[in-house]
């Protein structure tokens, strides 16, 4: 089966710009996640969906980061603006049901740099 | 918030070598996962446990999960250059939230 898909695999923006990462998870899957790994850090939940609902974005900085799952497939994520400390991968993973015994499939990330 | 500890953060050895890495939390799971993430890449899952004491294995990994589902390691028998990578190791609650620790580097030398 394909994997997940994520794009643009780089980033570089200056401070205050905008940015907006794209995923695209396994066929089938109604969970999707959003991840932000920073370099020597494990990855940090941002934002859980369910279907095209949210499940968890306590840890969303709602100020300046959204994201969307409009069709229950694909979701988008933004940072706007952004800052110097949001540089780090941003994971996409989905998996089969909301209780993720079977694990979750990751996507190969986004770097993000912001100068 | 759970938190899951991983130990050691950093660890080098020769190829053959064997060794245990564990991820340890005051928290209960539901399941645990273990996950190996390349440079470049995302993480990759190993395996997931989920009964008390439950032990698995694969290849030459072994994973047990703690009889109370608060703690797991994984043990590697011989390794190999190939094993190098980042180890991390993510519990799940009840509720579908998964928490992950920062990892174990592992680096295999030839």
């Known amino acids: 089966e394909a994997g997940v898909a994520q794009s643009p695999r780089y980033k570089i923006i200056e401070k205050r710009q905008s940015v907006a990462f794209w995923c695209n998870p396994i066929s089938g899957h109604a969970t999707l996640y959003w991840y932000q790994q920073i370099l020597g850090q494990g990855p940090k939940l941002l934002i859980q969906?369910?279907?095209?609902?949210?499940?968890?974005d306590s840890q969303l900085p709602k100020d300046r980061f959204s994201a969307e799952r409009l069709k229950g497939v694909d979701s988008t994520l933004k940072i706007q603006p952004a800052k110097l400390e949001d540089s780090a991968v941003y994971l996409c993973?989905?998996?089969?049901?909301?209780?993720?015994?079977?694990?979750?499939?990751f996507g190969s990330g986004t770097r993000l740099t912001v100068v | 918030t759970q938190l899951l500890e991983q130990s050691p953060q950093f660890l080098s050895i020769q190829e053959g070598e064997n060794l245990t890495v564990y991820c340890n939390s005051s928290?209960?799971?539901?399941?645990l996962q273990w996950y190996r993430q390349e440079p470049g890449e995302g993480p990759v899952l190993l395996v997931t446990?989920?009964?008390?004491?439950e032990v698995k294995k694969l290849k030459r990994l072994t994973f047990q999960f703690g009889d109370a589902r608060k703690d797991s390691s994984l043990h590697i028998t011989a390794a190999q250059p190939g094993d190098t990578g980042l180890y991390l190791c993510a519990g799940e609650t009840n509720a579908g939230k998964s928490t992950f620790g920062d990892g174990t580097t592992l680096t295999v030398k030839p």
């Open positions: 969906f369910q279907n095209n609902g949210v499940v968890d």
């Open positions: 993973a989905s998996s089969l049901f909301l209780l993720g015994t079977v694990g979750y499939t």
């Open positions: 928290s209960v799971f539901s399941s």
């Open positions: 446990v989920v009964t008390g004491g």
